[in-house]
């Protein structure tokens, strides 16, 4: 098996990418580590603060933003980083060629059950000048790496740098070796993920659609569908990179979910390239997740991933 930095090179990652790679997967061994101590360092449950987005912060999603911010910064290679718990941009050196965007513990409401989390990250060329959130709002399609890192029953690192996905594992002896290479997602699927609560909520197209997988074999589709729900998107990609699905989020009509509830740059970009370099198709129901410009770092974003004939399949529903 492979190691992670090997495997980069005989790809022809830029070194620098590489070691910033490298950089992420050494700070989400950290992570992986303070997840397995929490109950026994007392690090369970909120830390009493909200996030710029009203939402209650996790004292472990504020160890993992600290953990990226200072491993990160302390690179000369990046030039400034934006997190989903921070409410501006950090400002890097200003000579680093790099911004790296990350959600620092996605599915934080898991941690307390032990279940599966995630830390999800996206590279971008920096601009020329000074940095500023501004700097940031370029479309998914210019991320030159995206990833994230499972933390589950094993600690996995799926990566694209637009030559495919791989996926690596962390070894007991600290480093992560390539354990998948050139992951395909299935274009066709019966499994599907959705909060069902949320289906009152929906527009008439998402109602549609859903009814429609639920009449099964008799229904429009004419297959029956499995379903899964584990509130932690990084688990339910890693499930559609691995056995394939469809994934959504989408809009609804509750206060302030007009938008849908994922963000664009951490969640919805990330994860859309991968899923692409896989094969798959990422998309709202109308556009292209990593075709929209940006115009906020907090951006929310409708979220339909996965299997291709199965979001084609919703896109239709959308028109
Ligand atoms: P978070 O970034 O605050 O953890 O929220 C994102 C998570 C996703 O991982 C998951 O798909 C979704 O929220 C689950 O939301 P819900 O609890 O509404 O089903
Ligand atoms: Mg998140």
Redesign the pocket.
Known sequence: MQPLAKALRQQGVDPDLSHLIDTIGKTCKMIAQHLIQGPVNKLHGCAGTLNSQG?RQKQLDIIANDLLKQNLLAQTLVSGLAS?EEEHCVIGDPKGRYLVVF?PL????NIDINVSVGTIFSILCAPEGQIDDQSFLQRGHNQVAAGYVLYGPSVIMALTTGQGVDMYSLSQDGNYYQTRHQVKIPPHTQEFAI?MSNQRFWDTSMQRYIAHLLEGEQGPIGKRFNMR?I????A?VHRILTRGGIFM?PRDNRDSMEHG??RLMY?GNPMSLLVEQAGGVSSTGNTNIVDICPNDIHQRVPVILGAMAEVKRVITYHR
């Open positions: 939402e989903e959600d996605d599915g934080s409401s909060n729900w509130a932690s998107m990084v339910e989020y509830k994922l969640e």
